[in-house]
Nanobody, 129 residues
Framework: QSQVVESGGGLVQPGGSLRLSCAAS????????VGWFRQAPGKEREAVLC????????FSADSVEGRFTISRDNAKNTVYLQMDSLKPEDTAVYYC??????????????????????WGQGTQVTVSS
């Protein structure tokens, strides 16, 4: 069965860091674009970052520019989301998804979700003192 699974969420203080992992099984993640998304309570899911499959180009939402980075470890079939300088407003369930290409997070709306073929179940990130 082909799937992606997120891990690494938790509780962190404002200004702290977390690294989320998106591990794929059943397919080669390096051949796919991978996006990270988040959904806060009462809000629509939004796109955060996306890394393309072909050339590794990265697209970022303005809200995380300079704080969050995305990277691949092809040997581990995994994509990471490094989150630094976390703020309480970063609190959300974080999802990863794999698809044939990135939708720029600046223009993503959740009705675009079917563009991505594989979605994980999400991992909770809570930023609070």
């Amino acid at each position: 069965q082909s799937q992606v699974v997120e891990s690494g969420g938790g509780l962190v203080q404002p200004g702290g860091s977390l690294r989320l992992s998106c591990a794929a099984s059943g397919f080669t993640l390096a051949s796919y674009a991978v996006g990270w998304f988040r959904q806060a309570p009462g809000k629509e899911r939004e796109a955060v970052l996306c890394i393309s499959g072909r050339d590794g180009m990265v697209f970022s939402a303005d809200s995380v520019e300079g704080r969050f980075t995305i990277s691949r470890d092809n040997a581990k079939n995994t994509v990471y989301l490094q989150m630094d300088s976390l703020k309480p407003e970063d609190t959300a369930v974080y999802y990863c998804a794999a698809g044939l290409g990135c939708i720029n997070p600046r223009y993503y709306v959740d009705s675009d979700a079917p563009h991505y073929n594989y979605w994980g179940q999400g991992t909770q990130v809570t930023v609070s003192s």
